[in-house]
């Protein structure tokens, strides 16, 4: 049985005064990345099946997705065009007519996000500086290379640096590769999204990166 030792991240001052509910939930498992087992593509295909023309159309009414489009708008940012990652899944089921296996954690974070419309992410838990939380970007930081933050963009940092966008993008600093064993997954919650969704998001994504090989 998975035991997770969940943990709730840091908020800056400012960004906490604003956003209040605004919450980075945690946890460290051991984890991978390798070749999806035939299961695991099974059930994306399962769930590709059940990601309809009609479902997708108005998924965006859901209470959850509905909850980050409106937290988006809040920080400046459309999401008519910079889609959250559960309508971003959606679009590539409508895209290319089904939701295509990468890896077990690729694979495992669709299965999360699709599932429950919360935005959860995967950091290298070895290369973090300290405990992960949420504060505004500052002047002069970067995220990857060539990729230049922009001051007071919204963020998931560590002690020292930024180590991804609030629903985007994952640092190169802190992001999963093929040496990676331990991974710390993330799950972001706005006003609107009950914690246990959230921590549903994590445990989910937990049992799919058990799965055996």
Same mark, same amino acid.
């Given at each position: 049985?998975?035991?997770?030792?969940?943990?709730?991240? #840091?908020?800056?001052?400012?960004?906490?005064?604003?956003?209040?509910?605004?919450? !980075?939930?945690?946890? =460290?498992? %051991? %984890?991978?990345?390798?070749?999806? =087992?035939?299961?695991?593509?099974?059930?994306?295909?399962?769930? *590709? @099946?059940?990601?309809?023309?009609?479902?997708?159309?108005?998924?965006?009414?859901?209470?959850? =997705? #509905?909850?980050?489009?409106?937290?988006?708008?809040?920080?400046? /940012?459309?999401?008519?065009?910079?889609?959250?990652?559960?309508? *971003? $899944?959606?679009?590539?089921?409508?895209?290319?007519?089904?939701?295509?296996?990468?890896?077990?954690?690729?694979? +495992? !974070?669709? $299965?999360?996000?699709?599932?429950? &419309?919360?935005?959860?992410?995967?950091? @290298?838990?070895?290369?973090?500086?300290?405990?992960? &939380?949420?504060?505004?970007?500052?002047?002069?930081? #970067? !995220?990857?290379?060539?990729?230049?933050?922009?001051?007071?963009?919204?963020?998931?940092?560590?002690?020292?640096? =930024?180590?991804?966008?609030?629903?985007?993008? /994952?640092?190169?600093?802190?992001?999963?590769?093929?040496?990676?064993?331990? /991974?710390?997954?993330?799950?972001?919650?706005?006003?609107? /999204?009950?914690?246990?969704? +959230?921590?549903?998001?994590?445990? !989910?994504?937990?049992?799919?990166?058990?799965?055996?090989?």
């Amino acid at each position: 049985m998975i035991e997770l030792a969940l943990a709730e991240g #840091w908020v800056e001052a400012e960004l906490a005064d604003e956003f209040p509910e605004l919450k !980075l939930t945690y946890a =460290p498992i %051991a %984890a991978h990345p390798r070749a999806s =087992p035939p299961e695991l593509r099974e059930r994306l295909r399962a769930l *590709a @099946d059940r990601y309809t023309g009609a479902k997708v159309v108005h998924m965006r009414r859901d209470s959850v =997705p #509905w909850a980050y489009r409106v937290f988006s708008r809040q920080v400046g /940012v459309d999401p008519d065009s910079d889609r959250t990652p559960v309508e *971003a $899944i959606a679009v590539e089921r409508l895209r290319y007519g089904g939701l295509r296996s990468r890896n077990l954690v690729d694979d +495992a !974070l669709t $299965i999360a996000v699709a599932e429950t &419309g919360v935005p959860v992410f995967v950091l @290298d838990a070895d290369r973090l500086e300290g405990e992960p &939380g949420l504060r505004q970007a500052r002047s002069g930081e #970067w !995220l990857s290379d060539g990729l230049a933050l922009a001051a007071r963009q919204l963020v998931v940092a560590d002690e020292r640096k =930024p180590v991804a966008l609030i629903m985007g993008e /994952v640092s190169d600093r802190a992001g999963v590769t093929e040496d990676t064993r331990r /991974v710390l997954m993330c799950a972001l919650r706005v006003k609107g /999204v009950p914690q246990i969704v +959230a921590e549903e998001a994590l445990w !989910l994504l937990a049992e799919t990166l058990s799965e055996p090989e």
